[in-house]
């Protein structure tokens, strides 16, 4: 069975930078899409990223497009959420979630907009001077 740990979560000053870690256990990660949620106070969860290790396959809302980067270590079966210039406007418990990577034409895509089953603990990023 999948398991996700999130950490790296804290606070950072506005224009700062952040490194969350979605470490992996049960399976590996190869052709799951491992996507990055969040969801601030009073507010719904908010999908903004996804990846695919196997093909590399990448997809950004674009509210962070830009500013945000997934990318995995696959020694470690972990995938991390590099995030730059830092908004007060992120500030949210931040999640990731697993779901087998969808085949297309294309190879190995993924959509955070679709239901993902596997889930993390979520942490929280706070983004304050």
């Known amino acids: 069975q999948l398991k996700l740990v999130e950490s790296g979560g804290g606070l950072v000053q506005p224009g700062g930078s952040l490194r969350l870690s979605c470490a992996a256990s049960?399976?590996?990660?190869?052709?799951?899409?491992i996507a990055w949620f969040r969801q601030a106070p009073g507010k719904a969860r908010e999908g903004f990223g996804c990846?695919?290790?196997?093909?590399?396959?990448?997809k950004y809302a674009d509210s962070v497009k830009g500013r945000f980067t997934i990318s995995r270590d696959n020694a470690q079966n972990t995938v991390y959420l590099q995030m730059n210039n830092l908004k007060p406007e992120d500030t949210a418990v931040y999640y990731c979630?697993?779901?087998?990577?969808?085949?297309?034409?294309?190879?190995?895509?993924?959509?955070?907009?679709?239901?993902?089953?596997?889930w993390g603990q979520g942490t929280q990023v706070t983004v304050s001077s």
């Open positions: 979630a697993a779901e087998p990577a969808l085949l297309t034409e294309s190879g190995f895509v993924c959509d955070y907009r679709l239901p993902f089953d596997n």
């Open positions: 049960g399976l590996s990660l190869d052709h799951f899409a």
């Open positions: 990846f695919v290790s196997s093909s590399g396959h990448t």
